[in-house]
């Protein structure tokens, strides 16, 4: 099977363990999705950690979020969300205030144009799923899902 990163590579010995095999099967499969994703967003000058960003802030209006909220709630681990926060302010994807009362606190919110790019994504990245995991029963997505929280769990 050829895949976006190219054929499945030929394991040459078995692995040492089932847990060795799930392990490897996880990591390249999550880069296959990434990587898929990644693709559909390019056209849209935008990466899947932005675009994350705009749903979490789309979710949060109209209070918005601070940098840390937005950080916590990101799907991929993000060591300075400060600059990725101010990079999508330069490109008017974001909006950022500080709070009257206290100096230190700044909300984020989507902005007008981050709301508009975000809602214009939306059928196309239902479709990426669709066409991604699509072929699985409805049963088969709720078992998967339920394994991979059980690993994140432990984790």
């Given amino acids: 099977m ?9 394991q040459q010995k078995p692995f040492g363990s ?32 932005q675009y994350n960003v705009l749903r979490i802030l789309r979710g949060a209006e109209p209070e918005g979020l601070c940098r840390n909220a937005v950080r916590d709630r990101l799907l991929s681990r ?9 990079r999508m302010e330069r490109a008017g994807l974001v909006t950022r ?14 902005s007008d144009k981050g709301q ?16 991604r995991l699509g072929h699985l029963s409805q049963k088969q997505v709720r078992k998967l899902i339920k394994l991979l929280t059980l690993v994140r769990e432990t984790i």
């Fill in 116 to 131: 508009r790019l975000v809602d214009a994504l939306d059928e196309k990245i239902a479709k990426e799923h669709q066409r």
């Fill in 18 to 49: 089932a847990e060795h095999e799930a392990h490897a099967n996880i990591v390249r499969t999550s880069n296959l999705l990434v990587g898929a994703f990644d693709q559909l967003l390019k056209p849209y000058g935008i990466t899947g950690t």
């Fill in 78 to 86: 993000m060591p300075d969300a400060t600059r990725l926060l101010a």
């Fill in 2 to 10: 050829t895949s976006d990163l190219g054929p499945e590579p030929k």
């Fill in 97 to 110: 205030a500080r709070a009257d009362e206290d100096r230190r606190s700044v909300t984020t919110r989507i």
